[in-house]
């Protein structure tokens, strides 16, 4: 499903050079939930960047579902990403002035989707947040804010969900929220699920953690 063959990144500001990711391979299957664990700095959030096709690798390939992502251009990554893949960060970026039905509507309408706005009424449903859809990001607790993240992460149906620290910015019981309906999606949708975490508590939900130090692989632990 997420292939990664010796992907590097270099990151060049200024004449600094920093070598972010070494040479890291993997092989995610369908339908995995898998958490990305390591020190600050290691290589977590540009590794998921990169397999999620928010940024290009330096060097190496990543593959999703047989396509070679790191060959398409801007316009088409950001289609095959709007279609395929699901972001959640841990800071939720919902547009302030959109309600949640709006938030989590609009990237159904950028898909096309005739059908988005009563998609999104059903995602916010399911999400217990039907009686918040026309509140605001501000008027919402964290949870209920990172619950429409979700929501709007999952509305095109995406095979892969990527989730960059979704619950560092929650409180335990929160947190314990976010990852239970994280993984009720993966296992109801089949949906494969890359989480960077420092939590332990949380990398307990996933089948495996891949451990990351200084931009390699350092192990692979099954749950
Ligand atoms: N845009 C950038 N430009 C230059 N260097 C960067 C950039 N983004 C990340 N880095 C560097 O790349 C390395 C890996 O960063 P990354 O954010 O992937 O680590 P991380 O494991 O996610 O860290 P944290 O747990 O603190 O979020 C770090 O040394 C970081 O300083």
Known sequence: MIKAENI???????????LALKGISLNIEKGLMVAVMGPSG???????HILGGIDYPTEGKVEIDDVDITNLKDKQLAEFRNKNIGFVFQFHYLLPEFTALENVSLPAYLAGDKNA???AVAILTKLNLKDR???????LSGGEQQ???IARAIINNPKVLIADEPTGNLDSQNAKN???LIKELNESFDMTVIIATHDVEIAKYCDYIYHIKDGMIEGIEKI
């Not at 590097?8 to 920093?18: C, M």
């Not at 290691?42 to 998921?48: D, F, H, I, P, V």
């Not at 859809?133 to 008027?139: E, F, L, V």
């Open 42 to 48: 290691s290589g977590k959030s540009t590794l998921l």
């Open 117 to 119: 706005e009563s998609k």
């Open 147 to 149: 619950r429409v993240a």
């Open 8 to 18: 590097k990144k270099i990151y060049q500001t200024n004449g600094d050079r920093v």
């Open 133 to 139: 859809i026309n509140h605001k990001p501000s008027q």
């Open 178 to 180: 976010v990852i239970m």
